[in-house]
C-alpha cells in the first residue's frame, strides 16, 4: 500500500515543509500542525518528471520543446491529476506526461510567473 506524501508552503518563513513538519496521523485521519491552511498543503501525485524529481500538486511543468507552462491540479471529474494552462482566455488541462515533463518551480516560489 502506498503511503499519501505532502508539502505544505509556510507563508512566514517562505519555505516548503515537509510532513514530519506539518502533519501527524491521530484517531483514524491526518491533522493539520502549526495552523497550515488547506490551500497551503501539496499531495505528492505519484509521478516523477524526467529528471526524477517528485511532482506535487501546484508544481509548474514544462516541455523541454515548448514554452508554455502548465499547473499540476486535482481534477475530480477525471479522479487524476492533470496539468492545465490557459491560452486565448480558454482553460484547458491534460493527462500528465511524467516521463516527457519538468518541474520548473511551484506556484509558491514564483508566484509572478
Known amino acids: 500500500m502506498r ?3 505532502f508539502r505544505a508552503w509556510d507563508d512566514q518563513e517562505k519555505e516548503m515543509v515537509y510532513p514530519a513538519e506539518f502533519v501527524e496521523y491521530a484517531e ?4 493539520l500542525l ?7 498543503i501539496m499531495q505528492f501525485t505519484w509521478l ?11 508544481d509548474i511543468l ?3 520543446w515548448l514554452d508554455t507552462k ?6 475530480t471529474e477525471y479522479g487524476q491529476y492533470r496539468m492545465s494552462w490557459v ?3 480558454k482553460s484547458e488541462n491534460f493527462p500528465i506526461f511524467s516521463n516527457l515533463v519538468k518541474i520548473i518551480w ?5 508566484p509572478s510567473e
Open 62 to 64: 514544462q516541455f523541454q
Open 28 to 31: 483514524s485521519r491526518w491533522e
Open 3 to 5: 503511503s499519501l506524501k
Open 48 to 58: 516523477i518528471d524526467k529528471d526524477g524529481k517528485e511532482i506535487y500538486e501546484n
Open 70 to 75: 502548465f499547473q499540476v491540479s486535482y481534477y
Open 34 to 40: 502549526d495552523n497550515f491552511e488547506d490551500e497551503d
Open 87 to 89: 491560452m486565448y482566455g
Open 106 to 110: 511551484n506556484v509558491y516560489e514564483n
